[in-house]
């Protein structure tokens, strides 16, 4: 599991597709554009907000759902 909070800590993720990266680097410009502020977007921290989580083969379901099969 790969748990965002920075701009840096998403540029340090190394193991996920780079596809995947272009991806998660859209939605934090999104995440920086709705915050309209004029901090520059290396120095916004999601801390206060929550954070981004990418979940990684291998990793333990964070809920079970108990309809599936």
């Known amino acids: 599991m790969r748990i965002i909070m920075t701009s840096k800590s998403l ?15 859209q939605e934090w410009r999104t995440l920086y554009e709705s915050f309209e502020t004029d901090v520059p977007i290396d120095a916004i921290s999601l801390k206060e907000h929550g954070c981004m989580v990418c979940i990684e083969a291998g990793d333990k379901p964070l809920f079970r759902n108990n309809n599936a099969e």
Do not use: C, R
Not at 11 to 25: A, D, F, Q, R
């Open 11 to 25: 540029g340090e993720v190394k193991v996920l597709p780079p596809s995947y990266i272009n991806y998660m680097e």
